[in-house]
């Protein structure tokens, strides 16, 4: 009994500790997304600042002592402002000495634009990093492009459409789309780029992120036909859209019985140049 | 390579002297530049100096955050009202603990005032450019 009270007395202390460990408020440098349980959207601050949440796509943030750089395309988090083209792998910033990367591959986009230097080529508004990458990208690199690339699998709707060939100075892995999923359920067929829904029961699942963009498709109550467990149909509306999946955009159809919700996905941005990241500033 | 080191070590001196010399940042300066940002500091009451190792200190509400300015007589000082600083912003949703020159400047989210940091962000961006 004076055992379990001992062990009753630790596991207290280390739960009080640990408590206070949470309440410490994390640093951040630099615009980043905001955590779900505050809201989501995005914190537009530059300058170093805390917040009482931790980032809840820690993978998309590069830490820096004990400070939360983030690196990655703010698109899907409800960011709006002046979009920069990319593509593939290129320094971002850097913080306190340290070198900040950006480990997505293939097209997206920064609120900054890529500096006028020799070390970028840029092409029908995309910059393209041809420089040289130091020894702390080579040791980031197998585990970063890994994790920060699989953040973005949901998000291939928010990537903008590149058009122009790489120069031939520039040596990084081409991207290709994700290959089309398929399943199918009886009576609703929602299709996406990307993305085909099938199936009795079907979950069309991804981590949650930022709400995708939405498009109510109001069907005929009569022309609905909605058969298999797991498929809701609410009419005479019916809404389609979960994160990963993105409906909308022209072209959009809707077919009795079955639903075909089509649309194209896609971002260009062609807003105006606002210079290189300022991370760090302030201190 | 030896001019070059002389040239850097008299750099160094001279930043070194500008950082810690009279012609940092100073409260009233920073009454003037965030003033003409759009950010008037007018209400602002004198505030306990002492707990943020501080000369002068001033509270007040600016654009719905609490915010804290201070003077400090070194630059040495400002780092260390710095940290007691973080610690009054701490509960805070979101907080800033910044310096310039011989100043500083605290701000806390206590009440959801500016989710997504929008005038945080302007404050900061003004405060940071005063020279």
Known sequence: ??????????????????????????????????????GG???????????IYAPDH??????VNDEYVFTGDPSPFGYEGEKHQFYGHHPVASVNGEPIYCF??????????????????????????IGPFDAGYNRLKPHRVKVVNAEYRPFVAFRPTVEVAPPPEWHGEVWVAPPAIAVQGPGVTVQAPGVVVQG??????????????RVNVVVPAPSVRVSGPGVYVGG?????????????GPGVEVNGPGVVVGGHGGHHDNGKHNGWGKHGRGR | MRLAAIVFAATAAIACHKDAGPEGLRLRQLHDGLGSAGFKLDDFKKADASR???QNCEAGALGGLDAVVCEYGSTEAVALGKKAGEG????ATTGVALSNGHTLLLLADRHKADPNGQTIHKITKAYTALK
Do not use: T
């Open chain 1, 104 to 129: 997505i591959d293939g097209p997206h986009v920064h609120p900054f634009e890529a500096p006028a230097s020799p070390e970028y080529k840029v092409k029908g508004n995309v910059a393209f990093y």
């Open chain 1, 200 to 213: 009795p029961g079907v979950v069309v699942g991804a981590p949650h992120f930022a709400p995708p963009p």
């Open chain 2, 52 to 54: 943020f190792s501080a």
């Open chain 2, 88 to 91: 009054w912003v701490a509960e």
């Open chain 1, 236 to 248: 005479p509306g019916v809404y389609v859209g979960g994160p990963g999946v993105y409906v909308g």
């Open chain 1, 58 to 63: 820690a993978a998309l943030y590069q830490q």
């Open chain 1, 1 to 38: 009994m004076r055992n379990l009270c001992v062990v009753a007395i630790v596991l207290a202390l280390e739960m009080a500790v640990v408590g206070r460990a949470e309440a410490r408020p994390v640093r951040f440098v630099g615009a980043h997304p905001i955590a779900a349980k505050q």
């Open chain 1, 41 to 51: 959207g995005y914190c537009y601050i530059e300058a170093p600042h805390m917040h």
